[in-house]
C-alpha cells in the first residue's frame, strides 16, 4: 500500500523527515518496507532555465532548422540550433543546458549534449512542453512570459510538487489503516507517546447543502445481511473534464491514473477515507431507481474491462428497474459508468458484507482497490461521511449542484464492541509493569473509549473501524504496540529449566517412524488439509452432512477439509507423475476431519502411498515392482519398531481399494492398506497401481505407551535350520502354518520363513507346494540331533493333522 508523506500532512502538520517518520510508522505495525520520491513532473525540471532568443535566422544546411543565440544568464548566449516552427527573436523559451537529463513519455532517460547539427554547433535544447513534462502539445517551444529574467531556474517557475511515498506491508488485520486519514490516526498515537501533540485534522463538511430536490432516485435494498448499509444522493449539472492539478498529483503520487475528475474524486476519497465509492451516470438509471440484490445464476454481465461475467446466485449487484449496473463492492458495469457526456450522477457509498465481496471478487478473478477494502471489513460508521465529503468535492470541481437529499438505508444499526481489561493481564503478557495512567493515555490516542474504571481493570468500547480489536488479548496488542516493543526491557540473566519429556511423546514416535521409512526411500511430504467438495463422491456417502465446509473458502478447490488422507497424497503423486517421476513413496502425518450435527471430529493419520518400482534397477539387481506384500511388509517394519506384536490382518471391503486388509490389535482397528480402486486413480489421471495405507496414529501412540521394553542376553549355543518341502491345500495360508507351529513348540523354535511357493502342473488340482524353514535354538546348551529331529516330527505331524500337510 502506498502513502504519501504530503497527503499524509494534511491531516498532521508534521515537519519530520521522512525517513524517522517512517521508522515510527514502522514501530507501530505499519511496516515501511521502502520510501520512494515523487516528483509531478518527472526529473523536477533541472537544469532547466529561461532564455532569451537574442537571435534567430535560416540555418544555412536546412531549409527547416533556425540558428538561434540565446541569454540563459550565464554570462555570453550561447548558440543552439532549433527545428520549431515558432522560434523567434525576443521570445523567453525554456532552454535545457548541456548535461540536463529529460524524458520521453514513456519514461527512458536521454542526456542534453553539445554537439554539431548539419555542422553548425548546438550548446543546448530549446523545449516544447511536451519535453519538459508539462503537457501533450508539440506543435512548438513553449513561449514564457515576457516578465521572467534569463536564468531563472524553470523549476521556480512552474508548480512542481515534490513527495516522499511509503510503501507500507499491511498485515491484513488492518482494515483501519487503508487510507491515508487510518495512517494519520495511527501515527498521531505513536507521536503522542513520543510527547509530540499534534491535531489530527479531518476534512471539514460544514459546507454542504442540498442545493435543490430537481432529482430523485429511490433506493431498495433486498438484502440487508449483505449490504446493512446503503447510501446515494445524485449531483446535477456537473462537467467532466480533466481534474486540477493537485488531485491528479495526489493520484499519481501512489501509483493511479488519472481519469477524469469524477472518477478521481471517488479514487481520492477511497485513499483518503478507506470509503469505496462508485458514481453511476443518473440518465443510465432506468426508473430512477436503485436495487441492490442478488441474480439469477448465467445471467450475463459486461463489466468495465470489457469481459463478459457469468453472475452466481451470491454475487450482489446494483441494478436499476431494468438491468444489472455494478458488482457490488469490486467492479462497475460498462454500460452505466461516467463517460464525457455525463451531466448528472448517482452517487453510491455502502458497506458490504465482507466474505461475500470476498467470495464475489475470487470467483471472477477481480481484485479491485474497492474490493481490498471491503473484503477486510471498512468502518460502517464513516459511509455516510465520505459520501458528503466525496459529494461536496464534486460540487466545487465538477460545478455541480446537490439535487437530492442523502438516502441512507441502515436499518440495523451496528454497536461497538464491549471489552474488559484488566491491568493484571496486560503486565503478563507484556512482560512488565506499565502505569495505568499511560495505558489509559494509549487507549485514549487510539480513541478507544473508557467507560468506567475499577482496581483490577477497565471497561472499554472500542471504535467501529477497528474491526480486528474483538478481545481483552486484542486491546493489549494495541497497547503493545503503541508503547513501543523497543522500550519492554529483559534482564542480563536467563534462567530456564530443562524440560523432561516422555520418549513416547508424539513427536519422537514420528521422529522414529519417519526416520524408519525414509531410510527405506521414502519421502515425507505436507500437504493442504483444504481439498475440493467433489471428493466426498469417492466415499459413496449420501449425503455431505458430515463435511467440514470452509465458511469462506479460497477457491472451490479448497472448500472443504479433508476426511481421507487419500485425496491431498493422490495430488502430490500426480503432481509428481506429470514431472516424469514414475517410481514414487510418500509418506505424511495429518489429519482428517468430520462432523455429526454440532459435534466435530478430528484424526491424527500416518498415510503411506506408492506406485512404481521398489528400488531403481542397476547392473548387479533389476528392478522390482511395489506391490501389496511390498506394503505390507513396510507396515509391519513400523509396528515391529514400535514394539506393537500381536497383530491380526482382516479382510476389507472398503470403498477406496479393490483389494485390502485391516489390521488389528487386541480388537482394535490400528491401520487399514491395499490397492486404491482403478475408477479413483483414474479419477485424479494417476497412472499405474497405487497403493495406500492409513494408520490411526492416535490408536498406535496409546498403543505404543503400553508397551515395556525387555532385553535377552545374546545366546552362547548355536542355532540349527531344517527345512520342510509341504503339499498344502490352496487355502492354507503361511499365517496359519505359523501360529500352528510356535503352539506346538514354544520352547525351542525361534523362527520360521517361507521361502519358496510353487503352484505348477505336477501338482494335484487344488495343491499348492511351501518350502518352509525353521530355527531351532536352546539358550542353555546346544541342541542334539536327537532332540531337533523329535521337534522336527512333531511339527511334521501336526501340520499333517491339522492342515492335512503332506512331506514331498
Known sequence: MK??????????????????????????????EGISSFESIKGGLKGIVVGHVLTCSKHPNADRLKLTTVDIGSGDPVQIVCGAPNVAQGQKVPVATIGTTLYTKEGE???????????????????AEDELGLGDSHEGILVLDEHFVPGTPCSEIFNIEIDQVFEIGLTPNRADAMSHFGVARDLKAGLEQQEVALKLLTPSTSNYAVDNRSLKIDIEVKDNTLAPRYCGVTISNVIVQDSPDWLKNRLRSIGLSPINNIVDITNYVLHELGQPLHAFDASKIRGHKVVVKTLAKGTKFTTLDGVERELHEDDLMICDQEKPMCIAGVFGGIHSGVTENTTSIFLESAYFDPVAIRKTAKRHGLNTDASFRFERGIDINLTEYSLIRAAQLIKEIAGGEISSDVLDLYPNKKSDTQVFLTFEKVNRLVGENIDHDTIKSILASLEIKVNNVTESGLGLTIPSYRTDVLREVDVIEEILRVYGYNKIGFNEKFTASVASTSRFENHRLQNIVG???ASQGFFEIMTNSLVTKEYSTYLNEEDDTTLVEMLNPLSADLAVLRKSMLFSSLETLVYNQNRRKHDLKFFEFGKTYGRQGD????KFHLSIIMTGNQSASNWASQSKATDFFFLKGVLTGVFDRLGIKGTKEVAIADTLFSEGLEIHHKRQKIAEFGIIKKTIATGFDAKGVILFADIDWETVQNLVKDNSITFHEIPKYPEVNRDLALLLDENVSFKEIRELAFQTERNLLTDIALFDVYTGKSLPKGKKSYALSFTLQDTSKTLTDKQIDKTMSKLQQVFK????????
Open 801 to 808: 493333522s491339522k492342515l492335512g500337510a503332506e512331506l514331498r
Open 3 to 32: 502513502i504519501s508523506y504530503n497527503w499524509l500532512k494534511q491531516f498532521l502538520q508534521l515537519d519530520w523527515e521522512a525517513t524517522k517518520t517512517g521508522e515510527l510508522l514502522t514501530d507501530l505495525g505499519l511496516e515501511v
Open 599 to 602: 459435534t466435530y471430529d478430528e
Open 109 to 127: 532517460a536521454w542526456t542534453i549534449k553539445k554537439g554539431k547539427i548539419r555542422g553548425e554547433e548546438s550548446h543546448g535544447m530549446i523545449c
Open 515 to 517: 526416520d524408519l521409512l
